[in-house]
């Protein structure tokens, strides 16, 4: 061994025989000494005949049901004292479109929500306002002015204008429109703070503020019950009004009849 390198301490070749062994301590030669082993010759063994590999079939396993369990049953069932009590009855998927062919289920209001505003009775009330004055109209004055000939070109002119319940007829007209589509706004308003989800567009009211009142209370009574008192009572004035209209129509034309009779006797 060299005296250079570190080698291990061990059995190795003895420097002063080959046939033996001798002990190396990692720094110097022993006195221990044993014989090497003898290396076994290495039998030669003729090549093995290729035989094809022999391949076992494959077995699926079979599936096997799990076997069945039958449910637990508790020894009691908790009891309850009373059900929790809601504000209001909720509608499953309320406010969702309807599907196709169907009808969208309806929120409710809380019981004893209010269903009229004073906006909806102004509404069914303005009609009644805008075709109050005509009926004060002195139209027979006015058909006597106009058949017979007058000094005044202006009057002439003017002709029905000149009478102040012929004028609050007309512009009262166009102030009563335009107020009923504002109270319909207003009204409209008023059911979204009290609660209903669904309401009747206040925009129907430019059509006309009978169908306005009449699809508000169809929407109100769908969500709270009730609410068909005013829709009762704007067709009950509407029907008046018409009855109204039509007699004094009726009057008129015989005051411009009897007129023209007395004006322009037949000889």
């Known amino acids: 061994m ?8 061990g059995w190795y ?36 005949v290729s035989v094809p590999p022999v391949v076992a079939p494959v077995v699926v396993p079979q599936a096997v049901a799990p ?23 909720q509608v499953p998927n309320a406010g969702q479109p309807a599907p196709y ?7 409710r209001v809380p019981e004893g929500t209010p269903v ?11 009609p009644v306002l805008g075709i109050l004055p005509l009926f004060f ?17 202006m009057l002439t002119a003017l002709g029905p204008y000149t009478d102040p319940w012929y004028l609050a007829a007309t512009f009262g007209g166009w102030i009563v429109y335009g107020l009923a589509v504002w109270f319909a706004a207003l009204d409209n308003a008023a059911l979204a703070r009290m609660g209903y989800q669904r309401r009747f567009h206040w925009a129907w009211a430019f059509l006309s503020s009978l ?10 009574r769908r969500q ?33 009849f009897d007129t023209a009779m007395e004006m322009y006797p037949t000889y």
């Open 116 to 126: 009229d505003t004073i906006w909806i009775w102004l509404i069914v009330a303005l």
């Open 13 to 48: 070749p003895d420097p002063s025989d080959t046939a033996a062994q001798r002990w190396w301590n990692g720094v110097q030669w022993t006195e221990h000494v044993a014989q090497a082993a003898p290396v076994a010759p290495v039998e030669q063994v003729a090549p093995a």
């Open 224 to 256: 709270a019950g009730r609410g068909y008192l005013p829709m009762a009572a704007a067709i009950a004035l509407t029907v008046v009004i018409t009855i109204g209209v039509v007699v004094w129509t009726v009057v008129m034309m015989i005051t411009i």
């Open 101 to 107: 062919g169907g009808v969208a289920p309806t929120a």
């Open 67 to 89: 076997a069945y369990v039958a449910p637990v049953t508790p020894a009691y069932a908790p009891a309850y004292v009373s059900a929790p009590a809601y504000a209001s009855q």
């Open 137 to 153: 109209w002195d139209f027979q004055a006015y058909m006597e002015q106009s058949m017979s000939p007058s000094t005044d070109p």
């Open 2 to 9: 060299s005296e250079g390198r570190a080698t291990p301490a």
């Open 211 to 220: 169908v306005y009142v009449i699809g508000r209370s169809v929407v109100v």
